[in-house]
């Protein structure tokens, strides 16, 4: 089975600080996502990737940044923190036509 | 664009119940469908994926249908038991190279012991 490890699964950061969200998947899968999840808004898209340093933004883009240099990591940056993007970020990577997509446990961030 | 539909959003039976739900999508240019379960403050676990060739995958007391003609995928539990209490969400899965999931919001089971 495809693993999709998140590095933390709680974070506190304050208003202004620059956060590092990092994804790593343990299979040679192109498509990697990220998505933020909030309460009655249901699971947005912010960034997906789809090969090494190819990107493609998603819904709601505005104050993120991704990186991926290796195939199995793929970063969720945000520039600026600011309250409210306090959320849950979830990662998730798969090859769709045969495996389909699996997600990691998700990064709780709380912004301060 | 894709639209991906799950009503009720919330529902509660008593143990031991086969229950049904529902997922419709607006586009059925889709590639796969793929359920998911979550628990509170926790991420997606995969529970069926049903491709495009398929029209039902099963996996113990779960047996997930897709129909694309009419959009419509459902997820069947068996004997439902309170440890199945998690909210279910469906994505539909396009064709295409860069193949971006579309999530329904999820129906959020309560199974009453």
């Known amino acids: 089975d495809v693993k999709v490890t998140q590095s933390s699964r709680y974070l506190v950061k304050r208003t202004g600080e620059k956060v590092f969200l990092e994804c790593v998947q343990d299979m040679d899968h192109e498509n990697m996502f990220w998505y933020r999840q909030d309460p009655g808004l249901g699971l947005r898209l912010i960034y997906f990737?789809?090969?090494?340093?190819?990107?493609e933004k998603g819904d709601i883009p505005e104050g993120y940044s991704v990186s991926r240099e290796k195939k199995e990591r793929f970063s969720l940056i945000l520039e600026s923190a600011s309250t409210n993007q306090t959320s849950m970020y979830l990662c998730?990577?798969?090859?769709?036509?045969?495996?389909?997509?699996?997600f990691g446990s998700g990064t709780r961030l709380t912004v301060v | 664009k894709q639209e991906v539909t799950q009503i009720p959003a919330a529902l509660s039976v008593p143990e031991g119940e086969n229950l049904v739900l529902n997922c419709s999508f607006t586009?059925?240019?889709?590639?796969?469908l793929q359920w998911f379960r979550q628990d509170p403050g926790k991420g997606l676990t995969s529970l069926l994926l049903i491709q495009s060739s398929q029209r039902e995958q099963t996996s113990g007391r779960l047996n997930a249908s897709l129909d694309k003609s009419s959009g419509r995928s459902t997820l069947y539990i068996a004997a439902s038991q309170p440890g199945d209490s998690a909210t279910y969400l469906c994505?539909?899965?396009?064709?295409?190279?860069?193949?971006?999931?579309?999530f329904g919001k999820g129906i959020t089971l309560s199974v009453r012991p």
């Open positions: 990737s789809y090969d090494v340093k190819m990107k």
């Open positions: 586009d059925s240019a889709i590639y796969n």
């Open positions: 994505a539909a899965i396009p064709t295409g190279a860069n193949s971006k999931l579309t």
């Open positions: 998730a990577g798969g090859r769709p036509f045969k495996y389909g997509y699996t």
